[in-house]
Protein backbone atom coordinates (compact mmCIF):
# COMPACT_ATOMS: atom_id res chain seq x y z
CA UNK A 1 0.00 0.00 0.00
CA UNK A 2 0.96 3.46 -0.33
CA UNK A 3 1.67 6.06 2.45
CA UNK A 4 1.41 8.64 0.59
CA UNK A 5 -1.98 10.43 1.15
CA UNK A 6 -2.17 12.61 -1.77
CA UNK A 7 -4.40 11.60 -5.21
CA UNK A 8 -2.80 12.69 -8.19
CA UNK A 9 -5.57 15.19 -8.74
CA UNK A 10 -4.24 16.31 -4.71
CA UNK A 11 -0.82 17.02 -6.09
CA UNK A 12 -2.10 18.72 -9.56
CA UNK A 13 -4.14 21.14 -7.37
CA UNK A 14 -0.94 21.91 -5.59
CA UNK A 15 1.14 22.27 -8.59
CA UNK A 16 -1.27 24.91 -9.90
CA UNK A 17 -1.71 26.58 -6.75
CA UNK A 18 1.78 27.68 -6.54
CA UNK A 19 2.31 28.23 -10.72
CA UNK A 20 4.39 25.23 -11.61
CA UNK A 21 3.82 22.19 -13.83
CA UNK A 22 5.54 19.53 -12.31
CA UNK A 23 7.09 18.26 -8.46
CA UNK A 24 11.16 18.55 -10.39
CA UNK A 25 10.14 22.31 -11.43
CA UNK A 26 10.37 22.96 -8.11
CA UNK A 27 14.21 22.02 -7.75
CA UNK A 28 15.03 24.07 -10.63
CA UNK A 29 16.54 26.60 -8.78
CA UNK A 30 18.99 23.37 -6.95
CA UNK A 31 22.94 23.59 -9.05
CA UNK A 32 22.32 20.24 -11.59
CA UNK A 33 25.11 18.91 -9.96
CA UNK A 34 23.87 18.52 -6.55
CA UNK A 35 20.02 18.26 -7.17
CA UNK A 36 19.59 14.37 -7.55
CA UNK A 37 22.93 13.02 -6.16
CA UNK A 38 23.53 8.76 -6.68
CA UNK A 39 23.65 7.54 -3.21
CA UNK A 40 25.19 4.44 -2.71
CA UNK A 41 22.42 2.40 -1.01
CA UNK A 42 22.06 -1.40 -0.64
CA UNK A 43 19.36 -3.20 -3.16
CA UNK A 44 16.10 -2.86 -0.70
CA UNK A 45 14.61 -5.74 1.17
CA UNK A 46 11.32 -7.68 2.05
CA UNK A 47 10.15 -6.83 5.58
CA UNK A 48 11.12 -10.05 6.94
CA UNK A 49 14.83 -9.74 5.14
CA UNK A 50 14.68 -5.89 7.35
CA UNK A 51 13.95 -7.60 10.37
CA UNK A 52 16.45 -10.36 10.09
CA UNK A 53 18.96 -7.73 9.57
CA UNK A 54 18.23 -5.91 12.20
CA UNK A 55 17.91 -8.54 14.69
CA UNK A 56 21.68 -9.33 13.47
CA UNK A 57 22.65 -5.94 14.01
CA UNK A 58 21.25 -5.79 17.59
CA UNK A 59 22.79 -9.23 18.51
CA UNK A 60 26.33 -7.62 18.48
CA UNK A 61 25.15 -5.28 21.27
CA UNK A 62 25.82 -6.41 25.28
CA UNK A 63 22.82 -5.66 27.29
CA UNK A 64 21.45 -6.37 30.65
CA UNK A 65 18.95 -8.62 28.77
CA UNK A 66 21.76 -11.29 27.75
CA UNK A 67 24.35 -10.34 29.82
CA UNK A 68 24.71 -10.28 33.79
CA UNK A 69 25.45 -6.74 34.28
CA UNK A 70 26.38 -5.22 37.54
CA UNK A 71 26.85 -1.27 36.11
CA UNK A 72 24.70 1.35 37.93
CA UNK A 73 26.41 4.94 38.14
CA UNK A 74 22.49 6.26 38.51
CA UNK A 75 20.92 3.88 35.87
CA UNK A 76 20.08 0.65 37.03
CA UNK A 77 18.73 -2.66 36.17
CA UNK A 78 15.70 -3.79 37.49
CA UNK A 79 12.47 -6.08 37.23
CA UNK A 80 9.81 -4.05 35.74
CA UNK A 81 6.69 -6.13 36.28
CA UNK A 82 4.52 -6.96 33.31
CA UNK A 83 1.47 -5.36 34.43
CA UNK A 84 3.80 -1.85 33.51
CA UNK A 85 3.56 -2.98 29.93
CA UNK A 86 0.27 -3.67 30.20
CA UNK A 87 -1.23 -0.29 31.16
CA UNK A 88 1.65 1.40 29.66
CA UNK A 89 0.95 0.71 26.43
CA UNK A 90 -2.99 1.00 26.34
CA UNK A 91 -3.97 3.53 23.44
CA UNK A 92 -5.36 5.95 26.13
CA UNK A 93 -2.35 6.75 27.81
CA UNK A 94 0.20 6.04 24.81
CA UNK A 95 -0.79 8.34 22.51
CA UNK A 96 -2.74 10.96 24.89
CA UNK A 97 -2.17 14.55 24.24
CA UNK A 98 -0.84 17.63 27.03
CA UNK A 99 -3.77 17.43 29.28
CA UNK A 100 -4.93 20.67 28.72
CA UNK A 101 -8.44 20.07 28.56
CA UNK A 102 -9.82 18.55 32.02
CA UNK A 103 -12.66 17.56 30.71
CA UNK A 104 -11.28 14.80 28.09
CA UNK A 105 -8.08 14.39 30.07
CA UNK A 106 -9.45 13.11 33.04
CA UNK A 107 -7.48 9.39 33.57
CA UNK A 108 -4.40 11.43 32.32
CA UNK A 109 -4.76 13.96 35.21
CA UNK A 110 -5.66 10.98 37.82
CA UNK A 111 -2.56 9.30 36.92
CA UNK A 112 -0.58 12.30 37.07
CA UNK A 113 -1.99 13.54 40.96
CA UNK A 114 -1.51 9.26 41.90
CA UNK A 115 2.10 9.81 40.78
CA UNK A 116 2.32 12.91 42.54
CA UNK A 117 0.73 11.62 45.78
CA UNK A 118 3.26 8.78 45.56
CA UNK A 119 6.80 10.44 45.39
CA UNK A 120 5.11 12.94 48.04
CA UNK A 121 4.73 10.12 50.38
CA UNK A 122 7.25 8.19 49.13
CA UNK A 123 10.06 11.12 49.69
CA UNK A 124 8.31 12.43 52.80
CA UNK A 125 7.63 15.27 51.35
CA UNK A 126 4.02 17.77 51.29
CA UNK A 127 4.12 17.83 47.71
CA UNK A 128 5.40 16.49 44.41
CA UNK A 129 5.10 18.25 40.71
CA UNK A 130 4.23 15.81 37.52
CA UNK A 131 7.85 14.87 37.04
CA UNK A 132 10.82 16.72 35.16
CA UNK A 133 12.94 15.44 32.42
CA UNK A 134 15.27 13.02 34.71
CA UNK A 135 17.30 13.06 38.28
CA UNK A 136 20.33 15.84 37.07
CA UNK A 137 17.34 18.31 35.35
CA UNK A 138 15.76 17.54 38.67
CA UNK A 139 18.12 18.21 41.16
CA UNK A 140 19.15 21.49 39.22
CA UNK A 141 15.72 22.44 39.44
CA UNK A 142 15.21 22.28 42.59
CA UNK A 143 18.30 23.95 43.81
CA UNK A 144 17.05 26.64 41.45
CA UNK A 145 13.78 26.55 43.85
CA UNK A 146 15.41 27.10 46.56
CA UNK A 147 17.19 30.14 45.06
CA UNK A 148 13.99 30.98 43.46
CA UNK A 149 12.58 32.08 47.20
CA UNK A 150 12.43 36.16 47.57
CA UNK A 151 15.25 36.26 49.75
CA UNK A 152 18.67 37.48 48.94
CA UNK A 153 20.62 34.31 49.14
CA UNK A 154 22.13 33.03 45.84
CA UNK A 155 24.93 30.65 47.13
CA UNK A 156 24.71 27.07 46.07
CA UNK A 157 26.81 24.77 47.85
CA UNK A 158 27.36 21.09 46.77
CA UNK A 159 28.95 17.99 48.36
CA UNK A 160 31.69 16.27 46.22
CA UNK A 161 29.86 12.96 46.29
CA UNK A 162 27.08 14.43 43.87
CA UNK A 163 26.90 12.43 40.91
CA UNK A 164 29.53 14.56 38.42
CA UNK A 165 26.66 14.61 35.63
CA UNK A 166 24.34 16.67 37.87
CA UNK A 167 27.09 18.88 38.91
CA UNK A 168 27.65 19.19 35.16
CA UNK A 169 23.81 20.25 34.80
CA UNK A 170 23.58 22.54 37.70
CA UNK A 171 26.53 24.54 36.15
CA UNK A 172 24.62 24.99 32.82
CA UNK A 173 21.71 25.76 34.28
CA UNK A 174 23.42 28.32 36.62
CA UNK A 175 25.17 29.31 33.84
CA UNK A 176 24.75 33.31 33.21
CA UNK A 177 22.77 34.03 36.65
CA UNK A 178 23.60 35.50 39.51
CA UNK A 179 23.77 32.72 41.38
CA UNK A 180 27.23 31.17 42.75
CA UNK A 181 27.53 27.31 42.57
CA UNK A 182 30.45 25.93 45.12
CA UNK A 183 31.23 22.57 45.01
CA UNK A 184 33.24 20.84 48.05
CA UNK A 185 36.09 18.37 47.52
CA UNK A 186 35.75 15.04 46.85
CA UNK A 187 36.67 12.99 50.03
CA UNK A 188 39.04 10.28 47.89
CA UNK A 189 39.74 8.57 50.70
CA UNK A 190 36.04 8.07 52.58
CA UNK A 191 33.55 8.88 49.20
CA UNK A 192 31.12 10.21 51.90
CA UNK A 193 30.92 13.99 52.38
CA UNK A 194 30.01 14.75 55.94
CA UNK A 195 28.47 17.84 57.55
CA UNK A 196 32.02 19.50 58.87
CA UNK A 197 32.83 19.59 55.35
CA UNK A 198 30.60 22.40 55.23
CA UNK A 199 32.39 24.49 57.48
CA UNK A 200 33.89 27.63 56.19
CA UNK A 201 31.12 27.52 53.19
CA UNK A 202 28.27 28.37 54.87
CA UNK A 203 26.94 32.10 55.51
CA UNK A 204 23.56 34.38 55.26
CA UNK A 205 23.83 33.82 51.60
CA UNK A 206 23.86 30.67 51.04
CA UNK A 207 20.46 29.80 49.65
CA UNK A 208 20.79 25.81 49.93
CA UNK A 209 23.28 22.45 50.31
CA UNK A 210 22.93 19.93 47.80
CA UNK A 211 23.66 16.37 48.93
CA UNK A 212 23.22 12.95 47.56
CA UNK A 213 21.87 10.21 49.57
CA UNK A 214 22.77 7.28 48.83
CA UNK A 215 25.63 9.15 46.73
CA UNK A 216 27.18 8.62 43.51
CA UNK A 217 29.47 6.37 45.36
CA UNK A 218 26.49 4.31 46.89
CA UNK A 219 27.54 5.37 50.27
CA UNK A 220 24.91 6.51 52.52
CA UNK A 221 24.99 10.30 53.70
CA UNK A 222 24.38 12.05 57.28
CA UNK A 223 21.01 13.69 55.91
CA UNK A 224 19.94 14.87 59.57
CA UNK A 225 23.60 16.70 59.85
CA UNK A 226 23.61 18.54 56.56
CA UNK A 227 19.75 19.58 57.40
CA UNK A 228 21.31 20.97 61.14
CA UNK A 229 23.79 22.48 59.21
CA UNK A 230 21.97 24.17 56.39
CA UNK A 231 18.78 25.03 58.92
CA UNK A 232 21.19 27.13 61.23
CA UNK A 233 22.60 29.28 58.45
CA UNK A 234 18.55 30.11 57.09
CA UNK A 235 19.60 28.08 54.46
CA UNK A 236 17.70 25.14 52.74
CA UNK A 237 18.73 21.47 52.40
CA UNK A 238 18.09 19.98 48.59
CA UNK A 239 18.67 16.03 48.54
CA UNK A 240 19.20 13.75 45.51
CA UNK A 241 18.31 10.19 46.13
CA UNK A 242 17.76 6.88 45.22
CA UNK A 243 13.97 5.75 44.73
CA UNK A 244 14.44 1.63 45.30
CA UNK A 245 16.31 2.76 48.92
CA UNK A 246 13.48 4.50 50.32
CA UNK A 247 11.68 1.63 50.71
CA UNK A 248 14.48 0.68 53.01
CA UNK A 249 15.89 4.05 54.44
CA UNK A 250 14.46 6.61 56.17
CA UNK A 251 12.63 9.49 53.72
CA UNK A 252 15.04 13.00 52.98
CA UNK A 253 11.70 14.49 54.71
CA UNK A 254 12.17 12.61 57.87
CA UNK A 255 15.77 13.82 58.09
CA UNK A 256 14.61 17.71 57.71
CA UNK A 257 14.85 17.93 54.06
CA UNK A 258 13.09 21.04 53.01
CA UNK A 259 13.24 19.89 48.55
CA UNK A 260 14.16 16.22 47.60
CA UNK A 261 14.73 15.43 44.42
CA UNK A 262 15.65 11.94 42.08
CA UNK A 263 15.94 9.81 38.99
CA UNK A 264 13.08 7.77 38.75
CA UNK A 265 14.09 5.31 36.40
CA UNK A 266 14.17 2.25 38.49
CA UNK A 267 10.66 2.73 39.48
CA UNK A 268 9.43 0.83 36.66
CA UNK A 269 11.41 2.12 33.80
CA UNK A 270 14.01 -0.09 31.57
CA UNK A 271 17.39 1.07 30.82
CA UNK A 272 16.85 1.71 27.23
CA UNK A 273 20.84 2.73 26.88
CA UNK A 274 19.74 5.71 29.50
CA UNK A 275 16.81 7.08 28.28
CA UNK A 276 13.82 8.24 27.99
CA UNK A 277 14.06 8.44 31.95
CA UNK A 278 12.28 10.41 35.08
CA UNK A 279 12.56 13.19 37.34
CA UNK A 280 11.18 13.03 40.61
CA UNK A 281 10.64 16.71 42.42
CA UNK A 282 8.97 17.09 45.95
CA UNK A 283 9.37 20.15 48.55
CA UNK A 284 7.27 21.51 51.08
CA UNK A 285 4.02 23.05 51.28
CA UNK A 286 5.45 26.23 51.51
CA UNK A 287 7.27 26.29 48.27
CA UNK A 288 4.81 24.79 45.95
CA UNK A 289 4.15 28.20 44.24
CA UNK A 290 7.71 28.78 43.09
CA UNK A 291 7.48 24.72 41.94
CA UNK A 292 8.62 24.23 38.62
CA UNK A 293 6.66 22.25 36.24
CA UNK A 294 3.14 20.95 36.33
CA UNK A 295 1.26 19.95 38.84
CA UNK A 296 -2.40 18.29 39.08
CA UNK A 297 -4.56 19.14 41.87
CA UNK A 298 -8.08 17.58 42.67
CA UNK A 299 -11.03 19.62 42.67
CA UNK A 300 -15.03 19.20 42.73
CA UNK A 301 -17.44 19.52 39.37
CA UNK A 302 -20.80 21.70 40.00
CA UNK A 303 -22.51 18.45 40.81
CA UNK A 304 -20.22 17.89 43.27
CA UNK A 305 -18.19 14.90 41.48
CA UNK A 306 -14.49 14.53 42.32
CA UNK A 307 -12.13 15.96 39.25
CA UNK A 308 -8.90 16.55 38.27
CA UNK A 309 -7.48 19.70 36.96
CA UNK A 310 -3.60 21.28 36.29
CA UNK A 311 -3.51 23.44 39.33
CA UNK A 312 -1.40 26.73 39.43
CA UNK A 313 -1.68 27.32 36.55
CA UNK A 314 -0.85 31.42 37.13
CA UNK A 315 2.98 30.45 37.69
CA UNK A 316 5.62 32.06 35.89
CA UNK A 317 7.01 29.31 33.68
CA UNK A 318 3.12 29.76 32.52
CA UNK A 319 2.12 32.85 32.04
CA UNK A 320 4.57 35.93 33.43
CA UNK A 321 7.73 34.55 31.83
CA UNK A 322 9.68 37.68 32.24
CA UNK A 323 9.51 36.20 36.28
CA UNK A 324 9.90 32.63 35.37
CA UNK A 325 11.92 30.80 37.98
CA UNK A 326 12.15 28.04 35.13
CA UNK A 327 11.74 27.15 31.69
CA UNK A 328 9.85 24.12 32.34
CA UNK A 329 6.34 23.30 32.17
CA UNK A 330 5.77 19.61 31.11
CA UNK A 331 6.19 16.48 32.19
CA UNK A 332 7.87 12.96 31.27
CA UNK A 333 3.65 11.97 31.21
CA UNK A 334 4.68 8.23 30.16
CA UNK A 335 7.29 7.47 32.18
CA UNK A 336 6.30 9.01 35.52
CA UNK A 337 2.69 6.52 34.43
CA UNK A 338 5.29 3.94 34.22
CA UNK A 339 6.33 4.31 37.91
CA UNK A 340 3.16 5.07 39.02
CA UNK A 341 1.98 1.82 37.89
CA UNK A 342 5.31 0.22 39.50
CA UNK A 343 4.30 1.57 42.69
CA UNK A 344 1.05 1.06 43.15
CA UNK A 345 1.66 -2.88 42.16
CA UNK A 346 4.47 -3.40 44.56
CA UNK A 347 2.73 -1.40 47.35
CA UNK A 348 5.22 -0.61 50.73
CA UNK A 349 5.70 -4.34 51.52
CA UNK A 350 6.69 -5.30 47.71
CA UNK A 351 9.11 -1.54 47.56
CA UNK A 352 10.47 -2.58 51.02
CA UNK A 353 11.24 -6.27 49.30
CA UNK A 354 13.04 -4.99 46.59
CA UNK A 355 15.35 -2.70 48.77
CA UNK A 356 16.22 -5.39 50.89
CA UNK A 357 17.41 -7.62 47.72
CA UNK A 358 19.67 -5.01 46.73
CA UNK A 359 20.84 -4.16 49.79
CA UNK A 360 21.92 -7.76 50.99
CA UNK A 361 23.39 -8.92 47.33
CA UNK A 362 25.27 -5.92 47.25
CA UNK A 363 26.90 -7.15 50.73
CA UNK A 364 27.78 -10.27 49.78
CA UNK A 365 29.42 -9.16 46.40
CA UNK A 366 31.45 -6.86 48.70
CA UNK A 367 32.59 -9.68 51.00
CA UNK A 368 33.30 -11.55 48.22
CA UNK A 369 35.68 -9.05 46.01
CA UNK A 370 37.35 -7.70 49.43
CA UNK A 371 38.07 -11.17 49.63
CA UNK A 372 39.89 -11.40 46.45
CA UNK A 373 44.15 -10.55 46.11
CA UNK A 374 44.70 -7.36 45.49
CA UNK A 375 41.44 -5.85 45.75
CA UNK A 376 39.65 -4.14 48.41
CA UNK A 377 36.76 -2.10 48.68
CA UNK A 378 36.46 1.67 48.90
CA UNK A 379 34.80 4.53 50.85
CA UNK A 380 33.40 4.61 55.06
CA UNK A 381 29.75 4.75 56.03
CA UNK A 382 27.46 2.36 55.38
CA UNK A 383 26.26 1.75 51.35
CA UNK A 384 22.93 0.77 49.81
CA UNK A 385 23.31 -1.44 46.71
CA UNK A 386 26.47 0.26 45.23
CA UNK A 387 30.11 0.30 46.48
CA UNK A 388 33.63 1.30 44.98
CA UNK A 389 36.18 -1.11 45.07
CA UNK A 390 40.26 -1.13 43.96
CA UNK A 391 41.15 -3.26 41.15
CA UNK A 392 44.61 -4.52 40.82
CA UNK A 393 44.41 -3.89 37.35
CA UNK A 394 42.93 -0.79 34.98
CA UNK A 395 39.43 -1.33 35.10
CA UNK A 396 38.84 -0.44 31.49
CA UNK A 397 40.99 -3.76 30.80
CA UNK A 398 39.12 -5.76 33.26
CA UNK A 399 35.45 -4.43 31.92
CA UNK A 400 36.83 -5.27 28.46
CA UNK A 401 37.75 -9.04 29.35
CA UNK A 402 34.50 -9.50 31.32
CA UNK A 403 32.48 -8.94 28.42
CA UNK A 404 34.32 -12.65 26.70
CA UNK A 405 32.01 -13.90 29.99
CA UNK A 406 29.16 -12.39 29.17
CA UNK A 407 29.31 -9.80 31.87
CA UNK A 408 29.11 -6.14 31.71
CA UNK A 409 30.93 -4.69 34.53
CA UNK A 410 31.27 -1.70 36.97
CA UNK A 411 31.80 2.03 36.16
CA UNK A 412 35.20 2.73 35.34
CA UNK A 413 35.92 5.51 38.11
CA UNK A 414 39.04 7.21 36.34
CA UNK A 415 36.31 8.52 34.23
CA UNK A 416 35.03 10.90 37.21
CA UNK A 417 38.52 11.39 39.14
CA UNK A 418 42.24 10.58 37.13
CA UNK A 419 42.99 10.10 41.41
CA UNK A 420 40.04 7.08 40.66
CA UNK A 421 41.56 5.65 37.85
CA UNK A 422 42.47 2.18 40.06
CA UNK A 423 38.61 1.89 41.17
CA UNK A 424 35.30 0.60 39.39
CA UNK A 425 32.03 1.48 40.94
CA UNK A 426 29.78 -1.79 41.00
CA UNK A 427 25.69 -2.96 41.95
CA UNK A 428 23.44 -5.01 41.85
CA UNK A 429 19.71 -5.26 42.05
CA UNK A 430 17.41 -8.00 42.82
CA UNK A 431 18.21 -9.36 39.30
CA UNK A 432 21.90 -10.38 40.48
CA UNK A 433 20.96 -13.80 41.28
CA UNK A 434 23.76 -15.67 43.98
CA UNK A 435 24.84 -17.76 41.25
CA UNK A 436 25.93 -14.62 38.72
CA UNK A 437 27.36 -12.40 41.58
CA UNK A 438 29.85 -15.79 42.30
CA UNK A 439 30.48 -15.98 38.38
CA UNK A 440 31.27 -12.63 38.44
CA UNK A 441 33.79 -13.00 41.26
CA UNK A 442 35.36 -15.74 39.91
CA UNK A 443 36.06 -13.90 36.41
CA UNK A 444 37.63 -11.34 38.65
CA UNK A 445 39.88 -13.64 40.77
CA UNK A 446 41.26 -14.76 36.77
CA UNK A 447 41.69 -11.75 35.56
CA UNK A 448 43.19 -10.15 38.53
Known amino acids: MSFVPH ?114 ALTGMEVANASMYDGATALAEGALLAVSIPRKRTKIVVTGTLHPHYRSVLRTYTHGLATEVVELPLPTDTLRATPDMLDGYLDETTACVVVQSPNFFGRIEDIAGFAEKAHAVGARLVVSTYPIALGLLKSPGELGADIVTAEGQSLGNAQSFGGPVVGLLACKQELVRQMPGRLVGVTED ?35 LAATVYMASLGPGGLRQVALLCYHKAH ?79 SLERLS
Open 7 to 120: TPADRQAMLDAVGVRSIEELFEPIDPAIRFPKLNLPPRLSEPEVSREVARLAAKNLNASTATTFLGAGNYNHYVPATVHQILFRGEFYTAYTPYQPEVAQGTLQVIYEFQTMVA
Open 302 to 336: SEGKRGFVLALQTREQHIRREKATSNICTNQGLNA
Open 364 to 442: YLAERIAALPGWSVVGEGPFFNEFAVRAPRDPKEINRALVQDGIIGGYPLGEVDERLSDMMLVATTELNTRESIDAFVA
